[in-house]
């Protein structure tokens, strides 16, 4: 994977640098000081400084308050942040996002890592159109998404029409407006969205393992699940990581899919973090509640990333 | 290493089969946004001919007309910033050594991990208390510092990746840092570049919640996506019309992505790499 391969090597040189801050020619970057570096900086470092840092110091500091957004706000500390755990729709709301953790995290690449497996390492014709075809709802407004799959779960529907067609017609339902099945029908959209990234790297990180290794352990008798977990998973394990960040993130973030499928209903079933810091800023005026989940949000995005790359790290080092 | 013709099978079944599964909503809205009216229902239809006059429709009742040329210049103007001030700034973390480069950098990688949710709420009081909302700078500002983060990160990567050699005979010729950059170094950079400019373009294209708050009153500043929500809130009987509308929605990116698919995706895996 060459984004893991950027990362070690931006760590090499980091150390090189460290080693030997005074070394000349070579072809470690970066160069020679310049203060020049500064100005060329500056541009971008003010926009970003203005309309992300700033609005991010500024969520928090707004999260401090009870304010409805136009008149006094009142301090109240952190009772914000303690409402997340005490209020029930907000533990809902990340109880959900943890469900869909599981629907666009785990089971895409579980899956992916499954059908990796069970396919051979030949080389597929058509490659690039698989690939093409299969990393396409990545690329997709995900406002397109949610209409495609609203008429896929619609009372009348493709799903239930397909359910009535094999005699299943008594499981047909109005899937978003059902309380017990929206949920896992909104992950289901996002299965559909990320597996084809799963699939996508895996396939090339299995490209990658010399036939050698599968060879030697034929040879040593090993049955397709040993090779499995001897050598197919280790070896992916940074095309893992990737996936793992990329996808639970997106899972964190889902926004508008739940804000134009179901609109967090039906009651709270659907409701999920990013649509409740909308909902509650601009439809129910609890602007500093809303900061409040954004702030927790993007910490816990933090978090996840940090912690998927170190575990990813930490295994290599072994 | 033989493989048997079974396994082979196997591969085709399982890559046919998730394709199938990948395209199917995605072909479900082609094939209802091409059906005449006596077909419709409320899900998927398979047209009994071809009637692109649901395209017009769309066109014509939903101003899409309008909401893509909005969508146009917010995601020109967003790249074209975001390109300017990400390769200056790349090209100063990549290429050259000046105290705090490490942790400025760092701060523009924060940026990556950062949701919009968590910017959003005061974004959206700010702007509004200088006079931006429903206005084209309300949409672009935001936006272009979101997609920094990326455009840094990456050109800084391009710009550690160019050979010293080239640098230094530059500089050898008497060319300063800045003409060093455009003309020796960028020029040599265009598959990074590229890469960058259709990304950006497609976030920005594809980005919902920032139109969604910072367009709170007037329609005609609408974007694409945005026009689309609001048109499904109208249309939800007529589902011809909502499918000829996501086509118009999504074709750019699609056909884009289509055109460039290696370049996207490298891409876009590559945002993982956070620290």
Known sequence: MATSRLTSTDETAAVAQAAAPARKGGAGPPGEPRRIGYLYVLPALLVYGAFLLFPLVHSFWISLYDWNGQTLATWVGFANYVDIVRDAELRSAFGHALVLIFFYAVVPIVLALALTAAMSRARVRGLTFFRTALFLPQVVAMVVVATAWSAIYAPSGVLNTVLQAIGLGALARPWLGDFTWALPSVGLIGTWVEIGLALVLFMAGVQRIPRELYEAARLDGAGPVREFFAITLPSLRGEISVALTLTIVAALRTFDLVYIATHGGPGTATTVPAFQVYHRAFETNQVGSACAIGVTLAVVILLVTVLVNRLAEGRDQR | ?275
């Open chain 2, 1 to 275: 290493m033989r493989i048997s013709a079974a396994e082979r099978v196997a591969t085709y079944v399982i890559l046919i089969a998730f394709t199938v599964f990948a395209l199917f909503p995605i072909i479900g809205i082609l094939l209802s946004a091409v059906s005449p009216p006596e077909d419709m229902t409320a899900g998927f239809n398979i047209p009994s001919s071809i009637d692109l006059h649901n395209f017009v429709d769309a066109w014509r009742q939903g101003h899409f007309g309008r909401y893509l040329v909005n969508s146009v210049v917010v995601g020109v103007a967003v790249v074209a910033a975001t390109t300017l001030l990400a390769t200056m700034a790349g090209y100063a973390f990549g290429s050259m050594r000046f105290r705090f480069a490490q942790p400025l950098f760092y701060l523009f990688l924060l940026g990556l991990m950062v949701p919009q949710e968590g910017v959003i709420v005061p974004l959206f009081y700010d702007l509004r208390s200088v006079g931006l909302t429903d206005t084209y700078w309300g949409l672009i500002l935001p936006q272009v510092a979101q997609s920094l983060s990326f455009g840094t990160f990456w050109m800084r990567a391009y710009f550690r990746s160019t050979p010293r050699p080239v640098v230094e005979a530059a500089r050898l010729d008497g060319a300063s840092s800045w003409t060093t950059l455009w003309r020796v170094l960028l020029p040599m950079g265009r598959p990074a570049l590229t890469t960058m400019v259709v990304l950006v373009f497609m976030w920005t294209w594809n980005e919902f919640l920032m139109a969604l708050v910072m367009v709170p009153a007037d329609e005609s500043l609408r974007t694409a996506p945005l026009g689309l929500a609001f048109f499904q809130g109208q249309y939800t009987s007529d589902f011809a019309l909502l499918a000829a509308a996501s086509v118009i929605v999504a074709a750019p990116v699609v056909i884009t992505y289509v055109a460039l698919q290696r370049r996207f995706i490298a891409g876009m895996l590559s945002g993982a790499v956070r620290e």
